[in-house]
T-cell receptor
Framework: SQQGEEDPQALSIQEGENATMNCSYKTSINNLQWYRQNSGRGLVHLILIRSNEREKHSGRLRVTLDTSKKSSSLLITASRAADTASYFCATDAKKLVFGQGTRLTINP | KAGVTQTPRYLIKTRGQQVTLSCSPISGHRSVSWYQQTPGQGLQFLFEYFSETQRNKGNFPGRFSGRQFSNSRSEMNVSTLELGDSALYLC??????????????FGQGTRLTVV
């Protein structure tokens, strides 16, 4: 069963707009990670946020974590066509437990 | 440095056969984890090996097994294949065991089709 649940399941926006994806999880975590997957390929690690951190930035990515609500969000600013992919959150206890992912489509 | 290498990339097998998939982690990484990805179930954890020892196992039948060698390369084996085993199998390597705030690096996966 999945620990994390992403919302929305699919998101389609215009190039240049910002994209926000949310993740909710059920149990206590050591950290939460976000990954990107291009169609049918391996996952690429985007960012790791520890349970004692509230916000983290990496380039055009901003991740927030609210452990009291057991939720996280990933913001991609100034989206590009190359950002089209599926995005997964994963909670890290003794194993990575992934959500079902958000399919993001950037329209030129 | 070289990334995670999975072989083969694609595989077609018949029901009842067995299959072995291989994963070479990033040099220096001692942890290798395996995941199964299907459209219905998403990404499911299979098992993790660290220094040749299985540290954690997911909720899969005994037909799924794995091992890790002294050079950290890992193999997973699926016996008596079923149609439902058709999936993308992903291998991830990390410097330390999962749960210690370490990122995982994934290979491109092996696409297994069971007919």
């Amino acid at each position: 069963s999945q620990q994390g649940e992403e919302d929305p399941q699919a998101l389609s926006i215009q190039e240049g707009e910002n994209a926000t994806m949310n993740c909710s999880y059920k149990t206590s975590i050591n950290n939460l990670q976000w990954y990107r997957q291009n169609s049918g390929r391996g996952l690429v690690h985007l960012i790791l946020i520890r349970s004692n951190e509230r916000e983290k930035h990496s380039g055009r990515l901003r991740v927030t974590l609210d452990t009291s609500k057991k939720s996280s969000s990933l913001l991609i600013t100034a989206s590009r066509a190359a950002d089209t992919a599926s995005y997964f959150c994963a909670t890290d206890a003794k194993k990575l437990v992934f959500g079902q992912g958000t399919r993001l489509t950037i329209n030129p | 440095k070289a990334g995670v290498t999975q072989t083969p990339r694609y595989l077609i097998k018949t029901r009842g056969q067995q299959v072995t998939l291989s994963c070479s982690p990033i040099s220096g990484h001692r942890s290798v984890s395996w995941y199964q990805q299907t459209p219905g179930q998403g990404l499911q954890f299979l098992f993790e090996y660290f220094s040749e020892t299985q540290r954690n196992k997911g909720n899969f039948p005994g037909r799924f097994s794995g091992r890790q060698f002294s050079n950290s390369r890992s193999e997973m084996n699926v016996s008596t294949l079923e149609l439902g085993d058709s999936a993308l199998y992903l291998c991830a390597s990390s410097a330390t065991v999962t749960g210690l705030n370490t990122e995982a690096f994934f290979g491109q996966g092996t696409r297994l089709t069971v007919v």
